[in-house]
């Protein structure tokens, strides 16, 4: 018997070359060897369509209360300026990363990706990649590999995981897309990038109390810090700091923690799960936007005057319910924030009757708290469906009924919305979404400008971009003029 004084040492790479890999290093092999030719045209348009969607969202946010406080914070920390604010100023990649990302949620108008447990918004990811991407001085097209990298693995893992429906937010899947999605502009290797992924996951396991009443700026902060850590801890893995990688099914990995097997599929190296995102009209989350719409179209249609309304009936899916119409995330009759108003279906509805629209107007304070939109709110009644349930998250099914005064009943249902895959918003429509929320912030020569450089963005610099988004005013310098689309 050999001695252990004697003993040859056993390789600690060929140890593990002997093993199977990890699921997080499977993964890590998949950002590495991802290609933009995965992309079919038609997914690139609707990544450039995404693109443009979330810095429209990203503008029409630069004066709002919260982001004027996030913006003293970052000022008073400061950073390395290696990265771009939008609405101008410079900082440490991290930091542009939070503060753009709260940017793009701020409003509530990305773009989101419907699950059977829960959801995601793939646009929290752009404030991440945007800013690494400006770090390292990359490529238009190099930026949308990496945006189009953290899309697949951030939806890829909320089909296959009910993260919501445990009681934990979906900043926990945007911590892995937004690391990949770095970890693949900073040219690390697959194992670097599983580690940066590990890294990432392992402290950014949050609840989804985030979303329950009372609800919190915390709301619209979370997936920014979520952004902001996962950038800095991919440089930390870039520097050969390792992390858990039996993350999904070690002991104690995800897979335990969910009672699940995990598969992302990953022998599949297409990216093109942008074409299954979600687009919205309406200043609220995703399963208000039928409801809105049925709203609008049923008073356009009957010309309802909101004087005249006795009382209004929503039936809803489930999730919508538990969400945003007062079931298991908490009471909906007494909302007072723009965190509240835009996940109370009640609040929406009655914004939507009396102003025609809900747009970035109607999410402010003053606003929220009016006489004629508390009072209508009472009046508007939330109930689940069992059928409409069967039908989420295919399809998102909504019943309105508005009763007049006079004992008139006006009932529409409606099992989509403009936005959906179903009826996607066109590039020509972001476009005069984009307008419509960036007005008062940027002249006309300016808008026409960040619309060009996204449209051909995989031909040009990302830095021509940037540049143009740090021109941008962060305070409204003119009326908004231009009709919601």
Excluded at 151 to 170: D, K, T, W
Excluded at 336 to 358: C, F, R
Excluded at 367 to 386: F, N, S, T
Excluded at 419 to 436: M, N, Y
Aim: one cysteine or more; glycine letters at 8%.
């Amino acid at each position: 018997m050999i001695s252990s004084a004697t003993r040859p040492a056993i390789d600690a790479p060929s140890q593990a070359a002997r093993r199977r890999p990890f699921l997080v290093e499977q993964l890590g092999t998949f950002v590495r060897d991802a290609q933009l030719s995965a992309m079919s045209g038609n997914a690139r348009s609707a990544l450039k369509r995404n693109i443009l969607d979330s810095v429209g969202c990203a503008l029409a946010a630069l004066d709002g209360e919260m982001v004027t406080a996030m913006r003293q914070q970052l000022s008073a920390v400061g950073g390395n300026p290696v990265s771009t604010l939008i609405g101008g100023g410079r900082t440490s990649a991290d930091q542009a990363a939070l503060l753009n990302s709260v940017l793009v949620r701020y409003v509530d108008l990305l773009d989101t990706y419907l699950t059977p447990g829960g959801l995601c918004h793939p646009a929290d990811n752009f404030g991440a990649v945007l800013a690494v991407a400006e770090q390292v001085q990359a490529s238009g097209a190099d930026f949308m590999l990496a945006l189009a990298i953290a899309y697949e693995v951030q939806c890829r893992f909320s089909a296959q995981v009910p993260v919501m429906a445990r009681g934990l937010n979906h900043a926990l899947q945007l911590a892995m897309s937004a690391a990949a999605g770095s970890a693949k502009l900073l040219g690390l290797d697959a194992n670097q990038t599983a580690h940066a992924i590990a890294i990432a996951a392992a402290d950014n396991v949050s609840l989804a109390a985030i979303h329950s009443e009372p609800v919190s700026n915390w709301k619209g902060v979370s997936p920014g810090i979520t952004a902001q850590r996962a950038v800095y801890t991919t440089g930390l893995a870039q520097r050969g700091i390792t992390g858990p990688l039996g993350l999904f099914e070690g002991p104690n990995g995800l897979c335990q923690l969910f009672d699940q097997n995990i598969d992302l599929n990953l022998s599949d190296s297409s990216l093109e799960v942008v074409e299954q995102t979600y687009l919205k009209k309406y200043c609220c989350l995703i399963h208000g936007q039928p409801v809105i719409e049925s709203v609008l179209t049923l008073a356009a249609q009957h010309h309802v005057d909101h004087d005249d309304i006795d009382c209004v009936r929503l039936d809803v899916f489930q999730t919508a319910y538990d969400i945003a119409g007062g079931g298991r995330f908490g009471d909906k009759n007494f909302p007072s924030t723009k965190e509240q108003a835009d996940y109370n279906l009640k609040y929406l509805t009655a914004a939507a009757l009396i102003d025609g629209q809900v747009g970035p107007e109607q999410l402010r304070e003053d606003r929220i708290r009016d006489a004629d939109v508390q009072d209508l709110l009472q009046r508007v009644e939330v109930y689940p469906d069992d059928a409409l349930t069967s039908g989420y998250p295919r399809t998102t099914p909504v019943r309105v009924a508005v009763t007049t005064k006079r004992g008139q009943e006006l009932i529409r249902e409606q099992t989509d919305f403009e936005g959906a895959p179903t009826r996607p918003l066109s590039w020509d429509r972001v476009v005069e979404k984009f307008h419509w929320l960036s007005e008062p912030y940027a002249d006309a020569e300016l808008r026409e400008q960040i619309v060009a450089a996204v449209h051909d963005i995989d031909s040009r610099p990302i830095t021509e971009l940037t540049t143009l988004l740090g021109r941008v005013s962060p305070t409204a310098a003119r009326d908004r003029t231009r009709r919601p689309i």
